[in-house]
């Protein structure tokens, strides 16, 4: 159990630090600049999205429910 608690923390601090680290750069950054983020936050939202309603469709299935 504290391994799976140890890994569930890590993921989340590692994704606390990537967005603090990008939360004071430039949302856009042209090509070869310094600065900017590490993360494209709009592109992880959307695959998270995406992968949120996938999850909900089939726990849906399988439990039996109509969308």
Same mark, same amino acid.
């Given at each position: 159990? =504290? @391994?799976?608690?140890?890994?569930?923390?890590? @993921?989340?601090?590692?994704?606390?630090?990537?967005?603090?680290?990008?939360?004071? =750069?430039?949302?856009?950054?042209?090509?070869?600049?310094?600065?900017?983020?590490? @993360?494209?936050?709009?592109?992880?939202?959307? =695959?998270?999205?995406?992968?949120?309603?996938?999850?909900?469709?089939?726990?849906? =299935?399988?439990?039996?429910?109509?969308?």
């Amino acid at each position: 159990m =504290r @391994v799976f608690l140890g890994f569930i923390l890590g @993921v989340l601090l590692t994704i606390l630090v990537a967005y603090m680290a990008d939360a004071g =750069r430039a949302p856009v950054c042209p090509a070869g600049a310094t600065g900017c983020p590490l @993360v494209n936050w709009d592109e992880a939202n959307l =695959r998270f999205k995406n992968a949120q309603a996938a999850i909900q469709s089939a726990w849906n =299935r399988l439990t039996g429910h109509k969308d």
